[in-house]
């Protein structure tokens, strides 16, 4: 069946150290795939997408990878600060018919301490 | 534009009783899109529709889930009857058309506790 892993634990570092998060995958072949960020109590919020075909993709302190061989994301925060503190969700497009609909990752939880 | 609105923001209700939960997507948004969140299983499509129709209703639980769009600015998911495991955040989003905007947009989110 299709699964999406995220690491449940959450993810403690030092502000100013780069926090890194994993999304794995089994059973998908998704046309891309997607982060979210949310907060205690509100919607999950787009960050970034990145296309089958892209192996990385930027925006300011964020970084996303994506190995379609190894079934992975890696979604990076340089120089946090606590002000990322949050949950971070991946999400996947189905394939084929329905591939709008997004399939989330039961997310991993940033503490960045000041 | 305010983003995507749902309401009521909370809702309490008795088992049995008919819950009605509603969303307005963002204005020229083509793709709407039904959620709900809990603490055992993450966040789940339940339904989304594309153009007001009804495209992917897999993940609604059972029978006693309805949705509807009637025009491209209202939806509403129904419960009926409800029961307390139906108690979870349920997110409404929107998306705009096109292969390359495929980003969700989420509202606020209505808190569901049914006792």
């Known amino acids: 069946s299709q699964k999406i892993e995220q690491n449940s634990e959450a993810l403690n570092i030092q502000e100013g150290k780069t926090a890194t998060l994993t999304c794995n995958y089994t059973?998908?072949?998704?046309?891309?795939l997607q982060w979210y960020r949310q907060d205690p109590g509100r919607g999950p919020v787009f960050l970034l997408l990145i296309r089958e075909n892209e192996k990385e993709k930027r925006k300011e302190r964020l970084k996303v990878t994506f190995d379609t061989t190894l079934k992975q994301s890696l979604f990076h925060i340089t120089a946090s600060q606590p002000a990322d503190s949050a949950t971070y969700l991946c999400?996947?497009?189905?394939?084929?018919?329905?591939?709008?609909?997004?399939?989330f990752g039961s997310g991993t939880r940033l503490q960045v301490q000041p | 534009d305010a983003g995507v609105i749902q309401s009521p923001r909370h809702e309490v209700t008795e088992m049995g009783q008919e819950v009605t939960l509603r969303c307005k997507p963002i204005?020229?948004?083509?793709?709407l899109f039904w959620y709900r969140q809990t603490m055992m299983r993450g966040l789940e499509l339940l339904i989304y529709?594309?153009?007001?129709?009804?495209?992917?209703d897999s993940g609604m639980p059972e029978d006693r889930f309805s949705a509807k769009m009637p025009n491209a600015s209202f939806s509403t998911l129904k419960i009926q009857p409800s029961e307390p495991r139906d108690s979870a955040v349920y997110f409404c989003?929107?998306?705009?058309?096109?292969?390359?905007?495929?980003?969700?947009?989420f509202g606020q989110g209505t808190r569901l506790t049914v006792v």
């Open positions: 059973n998908y072949s998704p046309a891309y």
């Open positions: 529709f594309n153009n007001n129709v009804p495209i992917d």
């Open positions: 999400a996947l497009s189905k394939t084929g018919t329905g591939r709008r609909a997004l399939t």
């Open positions: 989003a929107s998306s705009p058309g096109g292969a390359r905007n495929t980003e969700a947009f």
């Open positions: 204005s020229g948004h083509d793709y």
